[in-house]
């Protein structure tokens, strides 16, 4: 479990870097491209044409910031949960559940604050919006399982109820971002310029 939590995490701060590389990239691109529009205050047209480029060069990588720490979430848990179900589910039982009794969660908050950073924002996230600890309890008291067969009720569990399906990632987010980012400044001076 700890190389797919490494992959996830490595997943995680590819994506996180590279957003806010390519934002920084483009904002500046578009600063040095359109360095006429802010010097160009003195003129009627440029003022409206300095402030909209301005603010978009400016405003642009906060909103690249935001959705590269939301992207790369979204990859390192797909990472996670879709590739490697049957691992998660073993590292939550072994690590979560207490040894002597299945249906008791173990200390919790000890356990939790030993994992990585990266580990933590996936299981909280995970266990957001998955009961994962109630499932088990529900199962249990259905039927006395072994390790091995409650690890594999709780991976149908998971996948019956798709919840991860709604987390992949978009390919089209960076891509609807840069058309957006760099068509205000165009267009702007398009028709302000």
């Known amino acids: 479990m700890i190389e797919t939590l490494a992959k996830a995490g490595f997943a995680y701060i590819f994506r996180f870097v590279l957003f806010i590389l390519l934002g920084v990239v483009i904002n500046v691109g578009l600063a040095l491209i ?19 480029s301005l603010i978009t060069v400016v ?9 590269a720490k939301k992207t790369a979430l979204l990859v390192a848990i797909f990472k ?12 939550i039982i072994d690590t979560f559940l207490a040894e002597d009794n299945r249906s008791k969660i173990a200390d919790f908050d000890q356990k939790f604050s030993e ?7 996936i299981l909280n ?3 957001d919006r998955f ?9 249990l ?32 987010t960076p891509i609807v971002l840069i058309i957006v980012n760099i068509g205000i400044v165009v267009l702007a001076t398009q028709f302000l310029g």
């Open 34 to 52: 359109y360095f006429k529009n802010f010097t160009g205050f003195s003129e009627i047209h440029g003022v409206l044409l300095g402030s909209i």
């Open 59 to 67: 405003g642009f990588p906060i909103i690249w910031f935001i959705l």
């Open 80 to 91: 996670a949960v879709d590739e490697n179900k049957d691992d998660l589910v073993a590292y």
């Open 115 to 121: 994992q990585s950073r990266v580990t933590q924002i």
């Open 125 to 127: 996230f995970f266990f």
């Open 131 to 139: 009961d994962f600890f109630g499932d088990v309890q529900r199962l």
């Open 141 to 172: 008291s259905e039927q006395n399982y072994t390790d091995t067969e409650l690890k594999a009720k709780m991976v149908e569990e998971l996948e019956a109820k798709e919840i991860y399906e709604e987390w992949k990632p978009s390919f089209w």
